[in-house]
């Protein structure tokens, strides 16, 4: 672990990792409420395997904050963590449930994030009404009480900006390998995705004709339809 200084001097820590070759960019890990288990630095490995610098900042709350941080606090903590990453090239923001709730505020939030990416983000369908300022992408359990697909849908429909991809009998949790939620199928499938958003917006690769583009896409999209139910596509004109 590392030690890096929020915006308003507190001190937090820091799980690094480094690729063995120079770095194509930077891709910040965040944590879900359990914070930087040997779950998430195996994350923050497997970025920095794909030559990226990755770090994961352990979200702490300040005095008072009894049960985690508050948003205002962890925004300071991962802008902090951004600024500690780019200058080694773009920054992607990657994270995990209350993690992919923080990756999707970051987006419209920090300065120097090239992307986000979510995993089944807690508490995102409360922010479907502001547009996207970076492209975003989001990976969604379709079996999630949580996060049932009436809401989806909704956000869906009110979100066309965002690219939002949602994976069949999957639940909240399924990217964790030592979790009973645990969807090698989905896991996979979303690792691709997210590897190739961070290739296109960190790396600077042109884009294929990813279906499901959103309105950040610069190539034409495929108008077919759709021929399974994990790929949800932008809205009907």
Same mark, same amino acid.
């Given at each position: 672990?590392?030690?890096?200084?929020?915006?308003?001097?507190?001190?937090?820590?820091?799980?690094?990792?480094?690729?063995?070759?120079?770095?194509?960019?930077?891709?910040?890990?965040?944590? *879900?409420?359990?914070? &930087? !288990?040997?779950? +998430? $630095?195996?994350?923050?490995?497997?970025?920095? @395997?794909?030559?990226? %610098?990755?770090?994961?900042?352990?979200?702490?709350?300040?005095?008072?904050?009894? *049960?985690?941080?508050? &948003? !205002?606090?962890? +925004? $300071?903590?991962?802008?902090?963590?951004?600024? @500690?990453?780019?200058? %080694?090239?773009?920054?992607?923001?990657?994270?995990?449930?209350?993690?992919?709730?923080?990756?999707?505020?970051?987006?419209?939030? +920090?300065?120097?994030?090239?992307?986000?990416?979510?995993?089944?983000?807690?508490?995102?369908?409360?922010?479907?009404?502001?547009?996207?300022?970076?492209?975003?992408?989001?990976?969604?359990?379709?079996?999630?009480?949580?996060?049932?697909?009436?809401?989806?849908?909704?956000?869906?429909?009110?979100?066309?900006?965002?690219?939002?991809?949602?994976?069949?009998?999957?639940?909240?949790?399924?990217?964790?390998?030592?979790?009973?939620?645990?969807?090698?199928?989905?896991?996979?499938?979303?690792?691709?995705?997210?590897?190739?958003?961070?290739?296109?917006?960190?790396?600077?690769?042109?884009?294929?004709?990813?279906?499901?583009?959103?309105?950040?896409?610069?190539?034409?999209?495929?108008?077919?339809?759709?021929?399974?139910?994990?790929?949800?596509?932008?809205?009907?004109?």
């Amino acid at each position: 672990m590392i030690e890096l200084t929020s915006g308003d001097g507190r001190s937090f820590s820091a799980y690094r990792a480094e690729p063995t070759d120079a770095p194509k960019g930077a891709v910040v890990v965040l944590p *879900d409420v359990y914070g &930087v !288990t040997p779950h +998430l $630095q195996k994350e923050v490995e497997g970025f920095a @395997a794909q030559g990226y %610098v990755a770090i994961a900042p352990a979200l702490a709350p300040q005095e008072g904050e009894s *049960d985690g941080p508050s &948003v !205002t606090t962890a +925004l $300071q903590d991962i802008q902090a963590t951004v600024d @500690a990453v780019k200058g %080694v090239g773009k920054v992607a923001i990657v994270g995990y449930d209350w993690g992919g709730y923080l990756a999707y505020v970051s987006a419209n939030s +920090l300065s120097d994030v090239a992307c986000a990416i979510s995993y089944y983000p807690a508490g995102i369908s409360e922010e479907r009404w502001v547009k996207r300022k970076i492209p975003t992408l989001l990976h969604l359990p379709e079996n999630d009480p949580s996060l049932p697909m009436e809401e989806i849908v909704q956000f869906r429909a009110q979100r066309p900006d965002v690219s939002a991809f949602s994976y069949p009998e999957a639940r909240n949790g399924f990217n964790f390998d030592a979790a009973e939620s645990f969807n090698e199928a989905a896991a996979q499938s979303a690792r691709e995705r997210t590897l190739f958003w961070i290739s296109q917006y960190v790396e600077g690769q042109k884009p294929i004709a990813l279906k499901n583009s959103g309105s950040y896409a610069q190539a034409k999209v495929d108008k077919k339809k759709k021929k399974s139910g994990d790929d949800m596509g932008p809205p009907d004109a």
